[in-house]
């Protein structure tokens, strides 16, 4: 080997003597944000919260904050069953809670385009119908007298309706039919629910599920019910 080899190859060595023995670099301190603490809801709900039309998840994003902290309550505390929702808020207080709510709540996205679920004209009359002016005679009031004229919900605590996956909205409505869903008395929708027949419940969700969502959609100012909801109070 020759001189200027060897000493080419020591000078190597020491260098990487010098790298093994210097400091690690220092890892970047990390983040600490609440939409960083949240990333675990995008897995089911969509970026953001925003969801798909498709799938059995609902949108988070834009949702009335005092909704979506009702509903967090619920989960924790056995009003609605759902046994991963249950898992992840059974160590939360109410004041964290109400900050994830709140959170989602500001959250102002785009919709995507509704799935439009295959349905007949004439089932699709009579979702419309129950939606917009209900069924008197059965006592069945208007989705839109509680939920908005425009079905963007109602501050401070009911949901809008547009935008929601039709599995889901057909899940949700049954769910209150059988009373796997429940909420503070005197629980409106349980009652609601009941009243309704198997195939109003599928044109209603259908017509829903059809419909797209208007730029700028949010939720209407209070207004007077047509029956006593304890959970919108």
């Not at 009652?191 to 797209?212: K, Y």
């Amino acid at each position: 080997m020759s001189m200027t080899l060897f000493a080419a190859l020591r000078r190597a060595g020491l260098l990487l003597l010098a790298l093994a023995g210097a400091p690690a670099p220092a890892a970047p301190a990390p983040q600490d944000t609440l939409a960083q603490r949240l990333q675990a809801c995008t897995v089911c709900h969509g970026a953001e919260g925003r969801a798909t039309p498709q799938g059995y998840h609902p949108r988070l994003a834009g949702k009335p904050a005092d909704y979506l902290y009702q509903q967090l309550l619920a989960f924790r505390d056995g009003r609605r069953s759902n046994a991963v929702m249950a898992s992840l808020m059974a160590p939360l207080s109410d004041a964290y809670l109400r900050e994830i709510a709140g959170y989602f709540a500001t959250l102002d996205l785009p919709y995507p385009a509704p799935a439009r679920p295959a349905a007949s004209p004439e089932q699709l009359r009579r979702g419309e119908q129950l939606v917009r002016q209900g069924d008197k005679a059965r006592g069945l009031p208007a989705c839109a007298a509680c939920h908005g004229a425009g079905l963007g919900g109602r501050l401070p605590g009911i949901p809008g309706l547009l935008g929601l996956p039709p599995d889901y909205l057909l899940g949700q409505l049954g769910a209150w039919r059988v009373g796997q869903r429940r909420a503070q008395a005197p629980d409106c929708m349980a009652e609601l629910a009941r009243r309704l027949s198997p195939e109003d419940v599928a044109a209603v969700t259908r017509w829903i599920a059809h419909q797209p969502v208007p730029p700028g959609l949010q939720p209407e100012a209070p207004a007077p019910l047509p029956e006593p909801c304890g959970a919108a109070q």
